[in-house]
């Protein structure tokens, strides 16, 4: 398996299965970097990020990769893999 630039396994290079609803990615993030221990979701990870580029707002995670394309969007009810840090608290 290739490594980025960081030293973590390129997430192209993973073969995915076919996922309804668009969350190829996500099972890529699964399979290179495990499902979170304690079954938490996106929601509450700090690299789960709102852009709003127009009037419109859509969720993205950093650590995936980050497009103007609707196929990077991303939901925050989704199992959150290995990488999940938990947002600081205001």
Do not use: I
Not at 41 to 65: D, I, N, Q, W
């Amino acid at each position: 398996m290739s490594l980025d630039l960081f030293g973590h396994p390129e997430l192209n290079r993973v073969k995915g299965t076919r996922v309804a609803n668009g969350a190829r990615r996500l099972v890529k993030m699964h399979t290179v970097y495990g499902q979170d221990a304690g079954g938490r979701t996106c929601k509450g990870c700090m690299h789960l990020v709102r852009y709003t580029p127009g009037a419109r707002s859509f969720l993205k995670c950093e650590l995936a990769g980050v497009t103007s394309s609707e196929a990077s969007d991303w939901r925050a009810k989704w199992l959150a893999c290995g990488l999940y840090a938990a947002r600081p608290t205001p």
